[in-house]
């Protein structure tokens, strides 16, 4: 097995292709940190400068991150997921809801769209469907702002995880 270059060693078209998808269908936010990673560079460096990007984006375009995520369960079947996407929702058994699940997850789905005007976003490695469930319920209620900053730590939350999987490559 031939080993990939670190970060730093990979040209910027390839940098983008590696780590564009970190942040869901965001690849601006690895265009910005490239030019800062060096040989070597360790997970969390990687993370912070990431999260430092989007921490300092303008609010409408923290919004377009938080819409490009899939919506959990309502839309599981139809939804154009990422592999990682794909592979996140299936780990927490997103895709096993009974029907009383999934109709409950659809409502909390279209109340908390209609409330927020972006998806419900919860980083569901290492959680079950009834634990994620549980947080839409509570969530649902938030302020928007309170909801807009928990969506974004979640999405910080997604990217740290999904760099730990593929840092493993490198």
């Given at each position: ?51 430092s ?10 919004l ?33 809801c ?17 409330k ?16 994620i ?17 928990t969506?974004i730590?979640?999405?910080?939350r997604i ?10 490559e490198?």
């Amino acid at each position: 097995m031939s080993q990939t270059p670190y970060p730093k060693q990979l040209n910027e078209t390839q940098f983008i292709e590696a780590f564009g998808s970190i942040y869901e269908h965001s690849p601006w936010v690895a265009e910005a940190v490239y030019t800062s990673m060096t040989p070597g560079i360790d997970v969390r460096v990687m993370a912070e400068a990431m999260q430092s990007v989007v921490d300092e984006a303008s609010d409408v375009l923290k919004l377009e991150l938080l819409c490009a995520h899939p919506d959990l369960a309502g839309r599981l079947s139809l939804a154009e997921l990422t592999e990682s996407s794909r592979s996140e929702q299936t780990g927490a058994g997103l895709d096993q809801c009974t029907p009383a699940e999934l109709a409950e997850f659809q409502e909390l789905n279209n109340a908390y769209l209609e409330k927020f005007g972006f998806p419900f976003i919860f980083a569901v490695k290492g959680f079950h469907r009834a634990d994620i469930l549980e947080a839409f319920r509570v969530r649902v209620h938030h302020s928007r702002e309170e909801e807009f900053n928990t969506a974004i730590e979640q999405v910080h939350r997604i990217a740290r995880l999904r760099l730990e999987t593929i840092a493993n490559e490198f």
